[in-house]
């Protein structure tokens, strides 16, 4: 079942909300409250008052539990932009958009997952399990060892080549 809520003409930038919308979208609703509830911005505290009265219109109207929701998609459009007059020198004027925004968001009830047992596996086939991990274990090591010893020979050769170049420019430069 999907439940919407719609907030209207708000007085703020669709480009300022839609990054905090990018960061809520699929999340359950319980996170996204306790998230939204010490937010800084100003967009913050006006998508957590959407997403609390989306949850309630769920609860109260569907009898759905809030703790089984989550949001499916949410969206910012622009609404009508508010244009004023801001009087400037000889009698010009600038124009000033006063941009609002149309917030919409749909939750879904997720169902709470069954937990699956998982089969237990018999004491000849962990002991096989514990020395394949052994063997791969000791593979490794030794593959590790020589590679490190070539990189730190070949770290010497280049240290060399260039200690050789800078004293040469030395000599050639006096």
Not at 68 to 75: A, E, F, H, P, Q
């Amino acid at each position: 079942m999907q439940i919407t809520a719609k907030a209207k003409f708000i007085k703020i930038s669709p480009k300022k909300v839609k990054p905090l919308l990018k960061e809520i979208r699929n999340k359950p609703t319980n996170e996204v409250l306790d998230a939204l509830r010490y937010s800084p911005h100003k967009a913050g505290q006006l998508v957590r008052k959407l997403i609390a009265s989306a949850v309630a219109n769920a609860y109260n109207n569907y009898n759905l539990d809030k703790d089984n929701l989550r949001i499916k998609s949410i969206v910012a459009d622009a609404g009508p932009t508010y244009k004023r007059r801001w009087l400037r020198s000889r009698g010009s004027a600038d124009l000033i958009l006063k941009r609002t925004t149309n917030l919409q968001v749909v939750l879904e009830e997720v169902l709470p997952q069954a937990k699956t047992k998982t089969k237990a596996k018999s004491p000849a086939i962990k002991k096989e399990d514990d020395a394949t991990k052994s063997d791969k274990s000791a593979e490794n090591k030794e593959k590790s060892q020589p590679q490190s010893q070539e990189k730190t020979i070949d770290k010497k050769s280049q240290k060399s080549k260039l200690d050789v170049k800078k004293i040469f420019r030395r000599t050639t430069n006096k």
